[in-house]
Nanobody
Framework: VQLQASGGGLVQPGGSLMLSCVAS????????IGWFRQAPGKEREGVSC????????YYADSVKGRFTVSRDNAKNTVSLQMNSLKPEDTAVYYC????????????????WGQGTQVTVSS
């Protein structure tokens, strides 16, 4: 299983980015994909996740109303649309996969991508 996260970059506060996670060796249409982030000196935290069988989603309180997770089964891709970005969203963002329902706990995931840097700064 390989997960390739992309789409990070430098954006001003209030701006938007879309992260993508392309899976190979893992069927996005089954199991779940989670997005996590880790800022320097902080623990990895769950941002959002989606259970692919029924599309149910989870969002951390800190991103509710600003981030949207979605899946494209045909492209085997899960995306994270991030709007109204804040400096505190700055972190390395990772996508992860598991063969069960979505979970906000990083320890529940079996497969991890390499991470993409998101920097929100003026």
């Amino acid at each position: 299983v390989q997960l390739q996260a992309s789409g990070g970059g430098l954006v001003q506060p209030g701006g938007s980015l879309m992260l993508s996670c392309v899976a190979s060796g893992f069927t996005v249409g089954s199991g779940a994909i989670g997005w996590f982030r880790q800022a320097p000196g902080k623990e990895r935290e769950g941002v959002s996740c989606i259970t692919n069988s029924d599309g149910s989603t989870y969002y951390a309180d800190s991103v509710k109303g600003r981030f949207t997770v979605s899946r494209d089964n045909a492209k085997n891709t899960v995306s994270l649309q991030m709007n109204s970005l804040k400096p505190e969203d700055t972190a390395v963002y990772y996508c992860a996969a598991r063969n069960w329902r979505a979970s906000s706990l990083s320890s529940d995931y079996d497969y991890w991508g390499q991470g993409t840097q998101v920097t929100v700064s003026s």
